[in-house]
DNA sequence: CGGTGGATTGAGGTAGATCAACATGCGTGG
DNA sequence: CCACGCATGTTGATCTACCTCAATCCACCG
């Protein structure tokens, strides 16, 4: 089963949190996650919809932020590179995730898609205008807001104080854990990026990740479909190497 | 001059940022920042004015989150530790920061002054009352979240690809620049952080630390007038040192 | 003054980076 | 549908930035 094949899939499976969309009239997870479903359609009415073609840019750093928007199918990336080509990843983002909203006028970092992806783009100023007239809406992104800070706070411990074996088990978990939430297929694990991917966003090297990535499938922890999906087969040996709580 | 005595002096020079507090008369740096002098004032009016010692902590990680502080003076440090007694510092906190908003029911990590200090401590179902009530304010909060989660993505870069010295001096400037943002003094800049702790922060060792700002010494980048006091000589240079953006 | 916790300095070790060679698989065009 | 070529991934050998361990120094506080 491919990637995108298992992105895809999960449309089949999402149920109660599904809103079937007046436009192309597919079922999308969405915002409904986070808003009352009466919220929702009213935002949603303020949207356009986007598709996404496969590694395509939303934007970049330093972009002006006209836009913020909410992915409803598909993996985005959020990265921030250094003008010597370091990079660092952020994070991998799932449909019902927002993107692009800034305190400035300009983005902070780079958004990209790592799979085909559809998003609902909302003019800033329109957005805003939605949070005035409904402060409940405001108050639950301002939630979500802090959940994506606890994440960072998460992603900052692995960074400047897990071992390279924790990091990939961490990183293989959260990935999981956040697929779950949302519904998604977590086994196999899709995963649509690359290695050097995953190396920019546990701060490895390449190498370094794929040479965990063997150790853990010898060790039976995981198998390795093909690059790009992984099977976890001893789930309490993957959480004891993701290093203690 | 003593850390303290650098970190209150501050309040002579706040002035249109200043608002006198009702309760003891001092003025103080607060919420201001962010809101309009009006909507401060009501939601100053629903605050309790903490008093906090030096090195006292706040809450803890997993304690339920009854309360979201403002402070207004003095510095908080965040922290997440691991069971294996390995910690990661999220952040030095300076007045004007928010702390302690969760999106769940308990604290997502530690929060502990660093300096004597001072809050307005609000009751959690209160201040979502008062977001409720004034939509602008909530807009306003979403805002700061988002500085809040670009300053994360900074520490993210820092800790996932910058060399030691480059996180050393990145910490300095980022410090130095905050603190001038809210009208601290940053000359001599204060470090009321202990070495273990600036090494919590940039995920390198005490030891790391020290070898580096000795070296900055060394190197006429900064003056040490104590430990924990630094006073920038060479700004170009420790900008050149703090890595490409 | 003398003790104690933080900071500095030095010597040596190691996790992960770097450099290099090779394998794999996937998209493309025949 | 298959062969080719290039991008991506793997594996091995060596190097090094930073860690670890250990000794000493120093500032502050009683």
Redesign the pocket.
């Known amino acids: 089963m491919t990637t995108t094949a298992l992105l895809h899939d999960f449309c089949a499976r999402r149920g109660d949190l599904a809103a079937r969309c007046r436009h192309c009239g597919a079922r999308e997870f969405n915002i409904c996650q986070a808003l009352d479903p009466g919220l929702q359609e009213k935002l949603f009415a303020l949207a356009l919809r986007l598709q996404l073609g496969k590694r395509e840019p939303v934007f970049a750093a330093g972009d002006p932020a006209h836009y913020v928007y909410n992915l409803t199918e598909g993996m985005v990336c959020l990265s921030r590179s250094l003008a010597d080509g370091r990079r660092q990843i952020l994070g991998f983002l799932l449909p019902g995730d927002f993107i692009g909203f800034e305190a400035g006028e300009t983005h902070r970092c780079d958004a990209e898609t790592l799979t085909e992806a559809k998003a609902c783009r909302f003019e800033r100023a329109v957005f805003d205008g939605f949070l005035q007239d409904n402060p409940e809406t405001a108050l639950r992104l301002l939630r979500m807001a802090s959940s994506e800070l606890a994440q960072a706070a998460r992603h900052e411990v692995l960074l400047g104080r897990k071992?390279?074996?924790e990091r990939i088990a961490s990183f293989l978990l959260d990935l999981r854990d956040r697929s779950g939430e949302r519904h998604l297929r977590t086994q196999p694990l899709a995963l649509p990026m690359?290695?050097?991917e995953i190396a920019d966003y546990t701060?490895?090297?390449?190498?370094?990740v794929?040479?965990v990535?063997?150790r853990l499938r010898t060790d039976k922890v995981i198998e390795?479909a093909?690059?790009s999906a992984v099977r976890v087969i001893d789930e309490a040996a993957l959480e004891r190497m993701a290093g203690p709580a």
């Open positions: 071992t390279a074996v690359t290695r050097s701060g490895l090297t390449i190498e370094t794929s040479r990535l063997g390795l093909s690059t």
